[in-house]
């Protein structure tokens, strides 16, 4: 199942804005995914698709940064599979991040976030503040200003416009 089908599936049981905020709010798909959809498949306004998807985006960045070491603390104690997964998570994390922010500093987590590809968006982006221990709340506003631009390139893909 695509995520378009996804979303028809989802908007059958709520609504189509609920729908689209869920999809942004996922990991994988983040805005995305939620705003093409909300775009082309529910035909909301680009700037409706935008907000919607914008907002579902955030609304994990602040449980992520807020929990994410000691829910990860405790389920990789309890939980070998757990703590396997969370090494390898953090240390493809730190791999993928580390050359940009010795470069940029917490500048890079604007940019990381920003770029609009697969494992780019705010919830890696959350992990990444994590892990090389950059404050609450700079790191949600370098993540929701990284996730406006990217907000910004995929509408205007959407539309058709080349951004690149």
Do not use: H
């Not at 449980?63 to 000691?70: K, R």
């Not at 969370?86 to 470069?103: C, H, M, V």
């Not at 992990?127 to 907000?151: D, H, Q």
């Amino acid at each position: 199942m695509d995520i378009t089908q996804f979303a028809k599936v989802l908007s059958e049981k709520i609504s189509p804005e609920l729908a689209t905020i869920i999809i942004s709010a996922l990991p994988v798909s983040e805005l995305r995914g939620g705003l093409p959809v909300a775009f082309f498949a529910f035909k909301f306004s680009i700037y409706k698709a935008f907000f919607l998807s914008f907002v579902g985006n955030l609304i994990p960045v602040l449980p992520l940064l807020y929990f994410l070491e000691s829910v990860s603390n405790f389920l990789s104690k309890k939980s070998r599979f757990f703590e396997k997964f969370f090494n390898w998570l953090f240390e493809r994390t730190r791999k993928r991040f580390y050359r940009k922010y010795e470069i940029y500093g917490d500048i890079a987590l604007i940019l990381f976030v920003a770029i609009p590809l697969p494992t780019t968006g705010a919830w890696t982006g959350s992990l990444a503040a994590f892990l090389f221990g950059i404050k609450k709340l700079p790191a949600f506003l370098f993540i929701t200003v990284g996730v406006l631009i990217a907000g910004i390139v995929v509408s205007l893909t959407s539309l058709g416009i080349r951004c690149f």
